[in-house]
Every structure is written in C-alpha cells, then in structure tokens.
C-alpha cells in the first residue's frame, strides 16, 4: 500500500509516527447501498478510496436528499473524520455508492499525532476546504441552473470522468447526485434523447452526440 | 488594537512576524453598501471586523444574489484572503452591509509568513471549515425549510443577535440575506403580522411576541 501517495501529509510524519499509522490501518470493504458514515458521534476516521466511490448527502427531516459531492479512487473523504475538525459542525451521511474498498486510519490514532503534527491538521482543514468548494459549486448548480441543465452537465461530467459513452447509471440515481426527482431526471432524459442527444436503453444512458449533449449545458 | 484578540494565531508568530504584520496592518472604513471584494484577483488580505457587519454572496449570471453568511465585529473575514487558500477555489463576493471598520492583514505579507509558520494556514483553513458550516446550514435552510420559516428564523435570529425587539431593516435586505425575493418576503411579513407575530412599521419590523413567532420557525 502506497501510504505516501493515499496521504499527501505521510512525509512530514516522524518514523514513530508513521509506524503508528501503518499499524492502525484498515482496509475495509463497503457494499453498493452501505451507509459508512452517520453523524460527528461515528466518526470511524480517514478514509481513502482505493476502488468504488462514495457519495456525501444531506437529508431533510422529509428524507429528501441532496448529494453535496462524491468521491472516487485515489480521493480522500475526510469528513469520516469529522470529529477531529472542530470548525467543522454539520453532519452529513456517507454513501458506498459502488462496492468500495477504503483504506481507514482511525480517528483515535489521528487524533493523538493532531496534538503535537499540526501539518496532519492542516491537511485534513485543506481537504475540507476543497469539499467547501465541491459544494458551493453544487449549491451555484442546484439553485441558479435550470434541472435540464444540470442533467446535461452531469452526464457531460460523467463521460469526462469515466471516458466512457455508456452510463451504467438509473434516472433515481442522477436524481440523487443533483438533487431532484426521479421523474423529472426521466422527462429531461426523454427530451435529451428525442434531440439525438442521447439514447436511453434498460439501465444505460448512450451519449450518441457530445456536441449536442453540450447545447443543454 | 488588540492583535491577539482579533487573530488567534498571534500567539505562534516569532517576534519578526509580528512586526512585519504590525507594520503593515491597515485600518480601513467601508461604506455601506460597499463592494469589499469580488473575486480571487482582488484578494486584499484577512479581515477582522471592529465595527459593523458583511456578507458573503454568491451572484448568479441573471443577477440572483445568495447570502452564504455574515460576519460581525469580532469576526474574522477569511475570504477576502481566499487567494492565499489554495483549497478554496470559488468565488464570492463580499459587501459592508453596514458602515464597516476593518482591521486588515494584507495578503503579501500573510503569504510571506505561511510559508514558514504552518499555523497561520492552519488558521485560516480552521475559519474556512468554520464557514463551510455555516455554509452547508445555508443550503439546508434554502433547500429544506420553507420559505415562511426562513423569514421567522432570519428575524428569531436578528432579535437574538442584536438583543433588540425592533429590526431596522427592509424587505428587500431580508430577501437578499435568506435567497428570496422581495415580494415574497412581504408577503410573509404580513402574514406574520396578521397573527401578531410581529408588528410592520416604515423601515422596522417589530417583534410583538416571541413565542408566536416561535410557532413558526
């Protein structure tokens, strides 16, 4: 396991401090549909993803949900660890969204090293602060762009990400990750595909025209 | 001025530092209704608040204003310093909302420091994570409460914050604060005053009874 290349912080560990890590961590693995994060009170540490991806939500007191940002393979989540950020007091969920293996320090062992490494620190609040620009951009998306829009840029984003045309991906899903319904997802995707901009087949979306699929963005 | 007060990594500067920062301090006044910032290029350095009140919006490109959240005298203003922030990479803009004092550390010299002291960073990041909190309840109340509460917990909250029953304020800042327009917050308002909640006069809303008020929050 690379720890150097998982934890931009391993090179300013002392070699006690990395043997105390080294011991400690875990590699863990999450089914699709696994809640691996709850509230500050589980906090079971930091997790980089080795495969899969997860994804950060909130949830209304009605069960709506919003998706703030996800993370993929070589990311880090860091809010896992929310209890060793003080200045950071909200509580989101944590969702495998794929099968996902993660490599966790736990927060106990993190915290001891906090006390006396503050560049253990100031990774973590640099990394939340990344988050923090993960989610204004959602909140820019969710409340000043039109839904159509915002599926049209996800899926752009998705076929950028994966290099793939074929998204193995269902309408509730998207729905989750902008933070709309599923029926309106459903009738923007008809839309998109009655403008040859996409296909929809049983479970798979088919970008059939990039330059089209980009008038909606 | 009370350095060590206003900025709480005073304490972990060498005595060079501290007088590098002493000497190029800068208090500044700004109007109300003053622009203090408006993207990273004009990054003019770490504010604390002596008097007065700012917030912090996103613009969107019809001219929708979101407030992300205010600061207040003793606060800290981070980021009107985002340039030195490589994490934080979204722009807002920032405004007096009221005639505004200002203790201002400028970026250069700030910069220089960082690259020495990890804990003037680590403050920075450390206020960022603050915000992000404040940021994600922004987003909670705007996609999750209805417009009717907002208005209530907006003027619950002035009544806490300032320690006063009457709120010199309009409709239309009220509007801008919680995301919504102006129209619908009168619309509210006077909802609010048929229960007797609160009391409407020329420029001031006056809260008649807390408990009412309460019940729609």
């Not at 099968?99 to 320090?105: A, K, W």
């Not at 503050?118 to 939340?128: C, D, G, N, Q, R």
């Not at 989610?135 to 899926?155: E, G, H, P, S, Y």
Request: glycine share 4%; with cysteine.
């Amino acid at each position: 396991m690379d720890y150097a290349r998982l934890f931009p912080f391993w090179a300013q560990l002392s070699l006690e401090e990395k043997d105390a890590l080294h011991r400690s961590a875990q590699t863990v693995r999450h089914k699709k549909g696994a809640l691996m994060h709850r509230s500050a009170e589980n906090c079971k540490g930091l997790m980089a993803i080795l495969t899969g991806q997860m994804r950060t939500y909130i949830l209304s007191d009605e069960g709506r949900e919003v998706t703030l940002f996800r993370v993929h393979a070589g990311d880090v989540c860091v809010l896992s660890a929310s209890c060793l950020l003080d200045a950071v007091a909200f509580d989101v969920l944590i969702e495998a969204t794929e099968d996902t293996d993660v490599l966790m320090l736990p927060s106990p062992y993190l915290s001891e090293i906090m006390e006396n490494n503050p560049y253990v620190e100031l990774y973590l609040y640099k990394t939340a602060a990344e988050k923090f620009t993960d989610v204004v951009w959602t909140m820019q998306q969710i409340l000043f762009r039109k839904v159509d829009q915002r599926v049209a840029q996800f899926i752009w984003d998705e076929t950028a990400r994966t290099g793939a045309l074929a998204l193995r991906i269902t309408h509730d899903e998207i729905a989750r990750y902008i933070g709309s319904a599923r029926e309106v997802v459903s009738k923007v995707l008809k839309y998109l595909a009655e403008h040859q901009a996409v296909e929809l087949r049983r479970g798979v979306i088919h970008v059939l025209d990039k330059e089209k699929l980009k008038i909606f963005l």
